[in-house]
Nanobody, 122 residues
Framework: QVQLVESGGGLVQAGGSLRLSCAAS????????MGWFRQVPGKDREFVAT????????YYADSVKGRFTISRDNAKNTVYLQMNSLKPEDTAVYSC???????????????WGQGTQVTVSS
């Protein structure tokens, strides 16, 4: 079992930046791929970014490529999502997830955090 706790969400103006953190506990964090997803009410959960166990392989959704950066610190059992040039359409609940592979589908991740709200005002 892996427990995940996100932090760093909040309200920011368009063009601003936020850094989300996801702290993991339980099983060996460095064994797992980590992903970030987001969801708005009434819509399906959307893939944002994923990173492999060592941090040398990352994938991004086209909508965030060039603006968001996923990274991890295995010594701190933490994965980050640096979000720059934020847009109102980035407003969502952001959740981190833990799984075995760097995949874009939510079903591939068995462990999830509770989520943190990001609101971008225009």
């Amino acid at each position: 079992q892996v427990q995940l706790v996100e932090s760093g969400g909040g309200l920011v103006q368009a063009g601003g930046s936020l850094r989300l953190s996801c702290a993991a506990s339980g099983r060996t964090f460095s064994n797992y791929a980590m992903g970030w997803f987001r969801q708005v009410p009434g819509k399906d959960r959307e893939f944002v970014a994923t990173i492999n166990w060592s941090g040398d392989t990352t994938y991004y959704a086209d909508s965030v490529k060039g603006r968001f950066t996923i990274s991890r610190d295995n010594a701190k059992n933490t994965v980050y999502l640096q979000m720059n040039s934020l847009k109102p359409e980035d407003t969502a609940v952001y959740s981190c997830a833990c799984g075995n592979w760097v995949l874009r589908t939510p079903k591939s991740y068995p462990y999830w955090g509770q989520g943190t709200q990001v609101t971008v005002s225009s």
